[in-house]
């Protein structure tokens, strides 16, 4: 009976069940994980000794020791006890023996004993195997130890599946692995399909693939990347506490809950909102710290300065203050002024540059020991 071709709607079916199995099965694999992690976490609990982490390992490796454990048979305890009979026989002739031809005179010998012969003579040799095996067994392991043999053996696999695919698509490769620890005893790892590899890196990096693997192994282990995940955070903070801080005292100053700091413009952007911040609030900036870097903290900002506008912001030197009347007045003046010069301007002209600025149009406009006159230019402002 001849098979039926898919429609579309058939292939849309198969595609979600697909999806579906595929969600299904990661989600029961991370199921599987946290399910060793909490073993993990008791073995830690219980027995105190290592992190959660080596305890994790360990669950990990002893998975891919085999769970059988074959019967010792006659055989094998009395081609034991042959060997070491003719070893001690040969003292320090031992790398004389053929093992080869010792096998077979062992074998020979072996097929002339009775079945009772063969069960009285390795009977104490099978108890004393079975004994070994049970020490190895209850005998502490090395995580380390194990996690070395279970990269190589892994390593060695991923490499033989890699020439096969080299030599069935010709799709070039490079491999790295390295150690993330210095428990680890593995070194740096670096396998790939051609010279071309190798030319690319020479010509291009200039430096061996060797050399590559051996940075690498060096950038992991030193922890830079943490160093700048963590400076990356702590810049985000600084940010956030600024910016926090800046906006608390501009609602405690002006007493309206819902206000938020406007850096682009400020003035013009309160107006809309709130009439005139002067006006309404006579509120203006004293001794911004940046000079004309007068910007949200959020943005723009490097490190260092903002860690000085937060301490300057914390200890009072950088504050909101109202203005007095007569220098409301002159505030207002000086806006009104500024305004009119920048409309009659030409429009090429009226785009002033971030280092021309007409000061009436920032909030940074307040001196120490400013009475009825305020400063005529940015550079006027004096920092106590």
């Not at 599987?32 to 992690?37: F, K, S, V, Y």
């Amino acid at each position: 009976k001849p098979k039926r071709a898919l429609t579309a709607g058939d292939r849309l079916v198969q595609a979600k069940k697909r999806e579906q199995y595929r969600l299904e099965y990661r989600d029961a694999l991370e199921e599987g994980q946290a399910t060793i992690r909490e073993l993990a976490e008791g073995l830690r609990n219980r027995f105190g000794k290592y992190s959660v982490e080596h305890y994790y390992n360990e669950l990990i490796h002893r998975a891919h020791t085999s769970r059988s454990v074959r019967k010792v048979n006659g055989w094998n305890a009395y081609q034991k006890l042959e060997l070491e009979r003719m070893k001690s026989e040969a003292g320090e002739d031992v790398s004389q023996i053929n093992l080869t031809e010792v096998n077979k005179q062992i074998s020979e010998k072996w097929k002339t004993l009775s079945p009772v012969e063969r069960e009285d003579i390795t009977a104490e040799a099978i108890q004393r195997i079975e004994e070994q095996r049970v020490g190895k067994k209850l005998t502490a392991h090395s995580v380390p130890l194990n996690a070395f043999h279970d990269a190589r053996s892994t390593l060695q696999s991923i490499e033989t599946q890699l020439a096969q695919l080299n030599a069935r698509t010709g799709l070039e490769y490079l491999l790295v692995a390295c150690r993330s620890t210095t428990e680890d005893f593995i070194k740096p790892y670096a396998y790939y399909s051609s010279d071309t590899i190798l030319g690319f890196f020479n010509s291009s990096m200039k430096r061996s693939v060797d050399d590559f693997s051996l940075q690498i192994e060096a950038y992991v282990m030193s922890g830079l990347k943490g160093i700048v995940e963590n400076s990356k955070l702590q810049t985000l903070d600084l940010k956030k506490r600024t910016a926090a801080l800046i906006g608390q005292k501009l609602r405690a100053i002006t007493g309206v809950a819902d206000l938020r700091m406007q850096y682009d413009r400020f003035d013009d952007l309160i107006t809309e909102k709130y009439d005139v911040v002067t006006e309404k609030y006579d509120v203006v900036i004293k001794n911004w710290p940046l000079g004309q870097k007068f910007r949200n903290p959020s943005v723009a900002l490097t490190r260092i300065e903002l860690g000085v506008l937060l301490n300057s912001w914390e200890s009072g030197a950088t504050r909101f203050v109202k203005l007095s009347a007569e220098e409301k007045r002159a505030w207002k003046n000086e806006h009104f002024s500024s305004k009119v010069t920048m409309m009659s301007l030409p429009p090429a002209a009226s785009i002033p540059s971030a280092s021309s600025a007409s000061p009436a149009l920032n909030p940074i406009t307040l001196s120490p020991s400013a009475s009825t006159e305020l400063p005529a230019t940015l550079s006027q402002v004096s920092v106590p």
